[in-house]
């Protein structure tokens, strides 16, 4: 037992990681044994990953959040609003200039939203920053506020159809790579994450500092590869019915479907905007100043003003990025359903933050990880998919997921406290 | 008076209150280039509050500031930071969740041409400079909080010599160091010295402060007592206007072991 913990000390692989992807294993396997093999399936891991994509997004966004010790109660009203307004300006706003199903029409939607977002979290950012009033109580405000101009911008009315590229954007019919852009998508990823760590490695032996050994390079580097190729292989085994594909590969102008061809899934853009955001999110928070600064103000706020950080501007900007990425959610959640109602987000606040605390963010500040908070969305998501697959009533859901939580943060604590002494 | 040269620091007539209480009241003295100035004072002096006005973390309701004989506003640290004046604070103002690198470095780090932070240069150059100050410092990567106490107050001096201070304000800096570490920022404090640099020292360890200072300055209530060359007091003295807050009668006569 020691040896092996010893072992897996010498690959710098994070125990928390670890523990965590053991934890969802286990979530897996469970329901799998219960459901008689229905849910670890391409067909049900494919949905489980649309359905987490819009909580993990905003779950990136309350990491940074979290660790500077505020809150944001607000994200889930900020979603619906947003998705109201993007609902309305690629419905009426933009056709009137545009034409309907303009190629540019779910462009400027996005831009639009971001925007909105960017302005509305900046807003609340400043009022906790600037004026010193608790991000607890604005954005319980804001929860109110975001909520009820959501139901506003239409008088309560729900926006459908949407624009017909926009909805690809969900990861419904037609919105995923297929099997050759999956390919060359997981591709991509494999070389980036491999390069990264070669430059790493190359920069630390320059510097003459302790490397890790090559077993354990080439094992996480191994890890990778396989992981990304495993979830490419099960996503691409999952096929689009012969009926659907017909019509998705009239929509794009490719005349009939060819004798015998098999259409798949693959990666849906849902998830590959999840893993792009988790990305450029993991490098801000890692390898640039303004992330450095985020971790050094949770960690110690007086000390970050001693420094010269800005700390006041600093909130602003990180809850303008969570109000941007509440943009992004709302896009993907409004394009999943293929309509903007005013409810929709509602208790995602809740959501995203268990995902970020589930995922290792500590609410004392200072601490917490994109990857883990990703991890996070994706325990209660399955936890919600297959408790609602075995036939678990909506109540006693809450309820489960409700007690993971307390029990997820007090195993987090006592970890915490063994690695102290 | 004949004047010498100009000095380095001149705080005039500062003044500190934290809400009805005076922390620092009326409190004058100077510094010059390449001398050593210790603070001392009993605890809740003010000489924290009064040397955190200079470095820029604590606003002062009243009096100025000069650097080379020109009045300056320092509000906020990077003011401080812009006239090279740096601090070890008595609490060290370490972010416990970073490493030592990412502490010394904190709001000035190294980038490479793509704008993302160096932190292989960033790491060489915190094991260069601890190197100096502590020699069996070898825990780079854990975040400071799992350090000693003696190994974090490294960290907080190595970052304050760092950075071409001209100004160096060190609040305490050898109070949780082992004695050889104590030895280490001695010698630190004399080679700065030469080079130039204006130290302020507080400690409550007067023989250290007797050791290293050109001149002592003693507060008592916020209240300055007065300023003794090291080479014309004794340290009996000194201890007298630190308890009594006021110049031993018998002090018109300092040099008591020289009379004839
Ligand atoms: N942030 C603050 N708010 C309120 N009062 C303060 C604050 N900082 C210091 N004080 C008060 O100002 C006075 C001077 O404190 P200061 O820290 O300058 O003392 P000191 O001489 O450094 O003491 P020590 O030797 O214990 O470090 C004390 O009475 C203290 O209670
Ligand atoms: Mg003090």
């Not at chain 1, 190729?229 to 099960?234: F, K, P, Q, S, Y």
């Not at chain 1, 917490?368 to 969305?377: H, K, L, N, S, V």
């Not at chain 1, 009533?393 to 006592?414: E, H, N, R, Y």
Request: glycine residues 12%; aromatic residues 6%; neutral net charge.
């Amino acid at each position: 037992m020691k040896s092996l913990s010893s072992l897996l000390a010498k690959t710098e692989l994070s125990p928390r990681l670890v523990g965590m992807l053991a934890v969802l294993a286990a979530i897996w396997i469970g329901f799998d044994l219960v459901t008689d093999g229905l849910f670890v399936t391409p067909r049900n891991l494919y949905n489980l990953s649309v359905q987490t994509a819009s909580v993990a997004v905003m779950a990136t966004g309350m990491v940074f959040v979290i660790v500077m010790r505020h809150i944001d109660l607000s994200v889930g009203s900020l979603l619906g609003v947003l998705a109201m307004v993007m609902g309305v300006v690629q419905t009426q706003v933009l056709p009137s200039w545009l034409g309907f199903e303009n190629p540019a029409t779910w462009m400027l939607t996005l831009a639009a939203g971001l925007l909105l977002g960017l302005a509305i979290g900046g807003l609340q950012g400043y009022v906790i920053g600037f004026l010193g009033v608790p991000a607890f109580i604005v954005t319980l405000g804001g929860l109110l506020v975001w909520r009820g101009a959501a139901w506003w911008v239409t008088q309560g009315q729900t926006v459908a159809p949407l624009d017909s590229r926009f909805v690809l954007l969900g990861g419904g019919p037609g919105g995923t790579l297929g099997a050759t852009w999956s390919w060359v998508a997981g591709g991509l990823a494999m070389a980036a994450a491999l390069l990264a760590m070669a430059r790493s490695r190359r920069g630390r032996r320059k510097h003459g500092f302790p490397l890790r050994p090559l077993w354990a390079e080439a094992l996480v580097a191994g890890l990778l590869v396989a992981a990304i190729a495993g979830t490419v292989l099960v996503l691409d085994a999952y096929e689009v019915p012969q009926r659907a594909a017909e019509r998705i590969w009239q929509t794009r102008g490719l005349g009939p479907l060819p004798e015998g061809y098999v259409m798949v899934h693959g990666l849906a853009i849902s998830v590959v905007i999840v893993v792009v955001i988790a990305i450029v999110m993991t490098v801000v928070g890692r390898s640039t100043r303004f992330g450095r600064y985020v971790y050094a103000t949770g960690g110690n706020p007086d000390a970050a003003q001693l420094a010269g950080i800005d700390t006041r501007l600093l909130t602003v900007k990180v809850f303008a990025l969570m109000g941007a990425l509440c943009a992004v959610s709302a896009a993907i959640a409004s394009a999943r359903l293929q309509s903007a109602a005013n409810d929709l987000g509602t208790l995602d606040e809740l959501r995203v933050i268990a995902a970020a605390v589930i995922g290792g963010t500590s609410l004392a500040g200072g601490v917490g990880t994109i990857y883990g908070a990703i991890i996070g969305a994706l325990v209660m998501q399955s936890l919600q998919s297959g408790m609602a697959m075995v036939g678990v009533t909506a109540s006693l859901q809450s309820i489960v997921i409700g007690v993971v939580l307390v029990l997820a943060v007090f195993v987090d604590q006592l970890y915490r406290r063994g690695r102290e002494e | 008076m004949a004047e010498g040269p100009t000095p380095l620091v001149e705080m005039r007539g500062i003044e500190v209150a934290f809400g009805g209480v005076k922390a620092v009241d009326g409190v004058s003295l100077d510094l010059y280039a390449g001398e050593v100035v210790g603070l001392l004072g009993h605890n809740g002096a003010g000489k924290s509050t009064l040397i955190k006005v200079l470095s820029g973390a604590v606003p002062a309701r009243a009096g100025e500031i000069l650097i080379d004989g020109a009045a300056v506003r320092i509000a906020s640290p990077q003011d401080a930071r812009r006239h090279r004046i740096e601090t070890i604070y008595q609490t060290l103002a370490l972010a416990d969740n970073l490493n030592a690198a990412a502490n010394l470095f904190l709001g000035r780090e190294l980038t490479t041409p793509t704008g993302l932070l160096d932190e292989e240069r960033m790491e060489a150059e915190t094991r260069r400079i601890l190197a100096r100050l502590n020699r069996n410092f070898d825990r780079f990567s854990t975040p400071v909080r799992s350090l000693s106490g003696g190994q974090r107050q490294s960290i907080a001096i190595a970052r304050a010599v760092h950075f071409d201070a001209r100004i160096l304000i060190m609040d305490e800096p050898t109070a949780a160091l082992g004695v050889q570490e104590t030895a280490m920022v001695a010698e630190l404090v004399r080679q700065l010295k030469a080079e130039g640099i204006g130290i302020f020292l507080i400690s409550h360890d007067i023989h250290d402060v007797f050791d290293l200072s050109d001149r002592v300055t003693v507060l008592k209530n916020g209240r300055l007592v007065g300023t003794r060359r090291v080479a014309e007091t004794t340290q009996d003295e000194v201890l007298a206007m630190i308890i009594q807050g006021e110049p031993p009668s018998s002090s018109r006569h300092p040099r008591e072991g020289g009379d004839p």
